[in-house]
């Protein structure tokens, strides 16, 4: 094989990189846990009739296929393009078994065959978290989403250095009652347009509604003001009613966001903003909508988001109406990862390498080895009896903190950064807290 | 969408099954961290030129190609079918930014056209580790692979009460220099049909020896003892030369396997068995070959082997020697959870459940939560305000050991298993240690 040549879209990343994707995702499932999600994993595959009916997304679906397929291989498979579609399967499929509300979480692969261009992959990790429940959901839940994926955020951006994320809330119930109140009757296709909003600017909104959707001056004007409106506080509804218009629905919308808004603001204050332009295209939601963006990076578009859907799932007699987010894990860290932006301490998990005298005395410094082991310390044994000075520089390679000389004779302990060596005993000795991993920095700051 | 059903081949696991999984994974992955192993992950895909060169598994590969795939989308893709392909390439494809020898670890789905059977997936997950060098890789690493692997399986029995595990080792040069010193040129033919020894019998064995091969019956005869011999000490090498072949090879390999029986005797005794039928059948192994079964499930078949290849890869001027074991974690997994073998004491990762007095007061559970989060409890609120005799079957249903009444006003957390209730402060109180998470039985027996 001549070397062979990455594929565009399909990011993979070197050690180091994988040690810091897996600290993330350490911090994001334990976080989750903490909220009380339970994990589960579906198959990578899903009929393809089921991953065709979302509309326009069926273009950019992989179809699986058997090399040699035959008659018993009737069921056409494709690759699942988010873990929405395959959990409201699972639901449905499980329902005689799960407890409801039903919180789950799941962190997987997924695949779309879009163009790959920074931001946008064809296979990609998320994290998702859902809260459903069986025939009704309580609203309290839209807002304590949020919160979860706040928490989630503010470790990330303390213990590791990412950059805070800035969460963008707003209710569709708001704006569909808001152009109800207009007059308006196809609220989904102002929607659409209305969502172009950061993309195309106000005015050339302003003009499709009125060119395509047939809309006044006026009434155009209306939207475009709405979805101008944004605030980290509650001060939204005020802006909201001086544009003067009634509606129920809109009320409606109005209180379920200035909720989310009050509580989210009092846990951390200024990261959530209620943006009245946030539209989620053309998914399913029915109320709450969350967009998140790095706050420094946001032309990378919103890394995390989600909603409340009144019908995740049904088989015509249940209906599980359910509330979500997912998280961009490649999306947020390839970037960060390719351009060296976080990076770990060493490439390999040891925080030791126990030094080897000769080939005959290999067996003692696996001794040693298994000793450090037992008390959970990341420990590797020199692969070859090189002179000390290699062996050293084996460490150095691999960002290795600590070499162990005279296994099992003379036992002591060197850190290569200072130079610094000391009797120890394998039986007792440990590394610092702060060496038995690899640390993570961003931007030349570790943590 | 009616009520869909599984797709056969595909396993999936209800909340308390993906508990057990994630236990069982922790402690793999960090047994391999201990070893200093590196994380990596390659993508699902491959071209499919690769994956179709080994052989007869390409009747195996899933293809997967775009629904709309156009001129662009030259390059036919496959999912891999193992972690050693994507490896190799990874290998070749990073060679100048890692560091020989590389330990690298891969946990991963993935996929093979398969007849579905019991201990057969389309889809499972692998858990790969190896080590590989540039140019040359020493003989003690094919020692040590297998002590990784031992480590891991006696953890998964001690901390998880799954099944222990006898590994199985041969070495291919010991049959290959045994099958010369008789005189055989088509050594690989001659082990290819010793491969069936399990499944035929000794007898059909050498019919296809003498019938297919053109072995006389001595030879035959001769081949097939050797299979027949094991022995969990290094009384094997007599048993070998009892037979009277001479060959500088079979020396070798008699050699390499003794070395590795008796380190690994004294890691952990009995555990290890020299099996001289053992061949990996078609798999591109040179030297030291491993299996593993769980005692009392040997109908499973092997659940996890490896190997020594002189040729992991090679980019015609480099090549890189490799030497790896590869975990069948779905094949040991399924069986026992989906017959209940294996199973968690609850299906969700909350320790408690904080009751709600009424929907006015849910903003004081929340601060509760927080605070028992803030220790790393896990810890959800209570959907409803319900009667607490309803709240307490919620957190009965789904395993939650503890609720919590009286959220900032009078709090008190009850043991529902014992009805034990006792007054407790939110910045104080914690779980025993062994009620934090769920606790894994097997067979009924609590760890």
């Given at each position: 094989?001549?070397?062979?040549?990455?594929?565009?879209?399909?990011?993979?990343?070197?050690?180091?990189?994988?040690?810091?994707?897996?600290?993330?995702?350490?911090?994001?499932?334990?976080?989750?846990?903490?909220?009380?999600?339970?994990?589960?994993?579906?198959?990578?595959?899903?009929?393809?009739?089921?991953?065709?009916?979302?509309?326009?997304?069926?273009?950019?679906?992989?179809?699986?296929?058997?090399?040699?397929?035959?008659?018993?291989?009737?069921?056409?498979?494709?690759?699942?393009?988010?873990?929405?579609?395959?959990?409201?399967?699972?639901?449905?499929?499980?329902?005689?078994?799960?407890?409801?509300?039903?919180?789950?979480?799941?962190?997987?692969?997924?695949?779309?065959?879009?163009?790959?261009?920074?931001?946008?992959?064809?296979?990609?990790?998320?994290?998702?978290?859902?809260?459903?429940?069986?025939?009704?959901?309580?609203?309290?839940?839209?807002?304590?989403?949020?919160?979860?994926?706040?928490?989630?955020?503010?470790?990330?951006?303390?213990?590791?250095?990412?950059?805070?994320?800035?969460?963008h809330?707003n209710?569709?119930?708001?704006?569909?009652?808001?152009?109800?109140?207009?007059?308006?009757?196809?609220?989904?296709?102002?929607?659409?347009r209305v969502d172009k909003f950061d993309k195309v600017g106000p005015d050339a909104v302003?003009?499709l509604?009125?060119?395509?959707?047939?809309?006044?001056?006026?009434?155009?004007?209306?939207?475009v003001?709405?979805a101008g409106?944004s605030?980290?506080?509650?001060?939204?509804?005020?802006?909201?009613?001086?544009?003067?218009?009634?509606?129920?629905?809109?009320?409606?919308?109005?209180?379920?966001?200035?909720?989310?808004?009050?509580?989210?603001?009092?846990?951390?204050?200024?990261?959530?903003v209620?943006d009245l332009k946030i539209a989620r295209g053309?998914?399913?939601?029915?109320?709450?909508?969350?967009e998140?963006f790095?706050?420094?990076?946001e032309k990378l578009g919103s890394?995390?988001s989600?909603?409340?859907?009144?019908?995740?799932?049904?088989?015509?007699?249940?209906?599980?109406?359910?509330?979500?987010?997912?998280?961009?894990?490649?999306?947020?860290?390839?970037?960060?990862?390719?351009?060296?932006?976080?990076?770990?301490?060493?490439?390999?998990?040891?925080?030791?390498?126990?030094?080897?005298?000769?080939?005959?005395?290999?067996?003692?410094?696996?001794?040693?080895?298994?000793?450090?082991?037992?008390?959970?310390?990341?420990?590797?044994?020199?692969?070859?009896?090189?002179?000390?000075?290699?062996?050293?520089?084996?460490?150095?390679?691999?960002?290795?903190?600590?070499?162990?000389?005279?296994?099992?004779?003379?036992?002591?302990?060197?850190?290569?950064?200072?130079?610094?060596?000391?009797?120890?005993?394998?039986?007792?000795?440990?590394?610092?807290?702060?060496?038995?991993?690899?640390?993570?920095?961003?931007?030349?700051?570790?943590?």
């Amino acid at each position: 094989m001549s070397r062979p040549k990455p594929l565009s879209g399909f990011p993979e990343f070197l050690p180091a990189g994988r040690i810091v994707e897996n600290r993330v995702l350490e911090i994001v499932t334990s976080t989750f846990e903490l909220h009380g999600f339970a994990p589960i994993e579906t198959r990578a595959v899903e009929p393809l009739s089921q991953l065709a009916r979302k509309g326009d997304i069926a273009k950019e679906v992989y179809v699986v296929r058997r090399l040699h397929a035959d008659a018993a291989d009737a069921d056409e498979l494709g690759l699942h393009f988010d873990l929405t579609v395959p959990f409201a399967r699972y639901v449905l499929e499980n329902a005689g078994h799960l407890a409801f509300p039903f919180r789950r979480y799941q962190v997987q692969k997924v695949w779309r065959g879009e163009r790959p261009q920074e931001g946008r992959y064809r296979e990609f990790t998320q994290a998702d978290i859902d809260i459903v429940g069986q025939d009704a959901l309580a609203g309290h839940h839209d807002v304590e989403i949020p919160l979860v994926a706040l928490d989630v955020f503010e470790k990330l951006h303390r213990d590791l250095g990412l950059p805070p994320v800035q969460l963008h809330v707003n209710n569709r119930k708001l704006a569909e009652g808001f152009y109800r109140g207009l007059g308006i009757e196809d609220t989904a296709g102002v929607l659409q347009r209305v969502d172009k909003f950061d993309k195309v600017g106000p005015d050339a909104v302003t003009q499709l509604l009125t060119a395509e959707m047939g809309l006044s001056e006026a009434q155009a004007r209306a939207c475009v003001s709405l979805a101008g409106i944004s605030a980290t506080d509650e001060s939204f509804v005020d802006d909201v009613r001086a544009l003067g218009v009634e509606d129920p629905l809109l009320d409606a919308g109005l209180e379920e966001l200035s909720a989310l808004v009050r509580v989210a603001r009092r846990s951390v204050p200024d990261r959530v903003v209620a943006d009245l332009k946030i539209a989620r295209g053309l998914d399913y939601y029915t109320g709450t909508v969350y967009e998140s963006f790095l706050v420094g990076s946001e032309k990378l578009g919103s890394v995390a988001s989600g909603g409340r859907y009144d019908s995740l799932a049904s088989d015509g007699r249940l209906t599980f109406p359910g509330v979500g987010y997912s998280f961009g894990i490649t999306r947020i860290l390839a970037p960060l990862i390719s351009k060296g932006r976080i990076t770990a301490s060493r490439s390999v998990p040891s925080a030791v390498l126990v030094a080897v005298d000769a080939e005959e005395s290999r067996d003692q410094a696996i001794a040693v080895a298994g000793a450090l082991r037992s008390r959970d310390i990341p420990v590797e044994v020199a692969p070859k009896a090189d002179k000390f000075g290699k062996q050293i520089r084996y460490a150095e390679r691999r960002g290795i903190p600590f070499v162990w000389f005279g296994a099992g004779y003379d036992d002591s302990v060197k850190d290569i950064r200072t130079g610094a060596q000391t009797a120890a005993d394998p039986a007792i000795w440990s590394p610092p807290d702060g060496d038995l991993r690899a640390s993570v920095s961003m931007d030349g700051n570790e943590r």
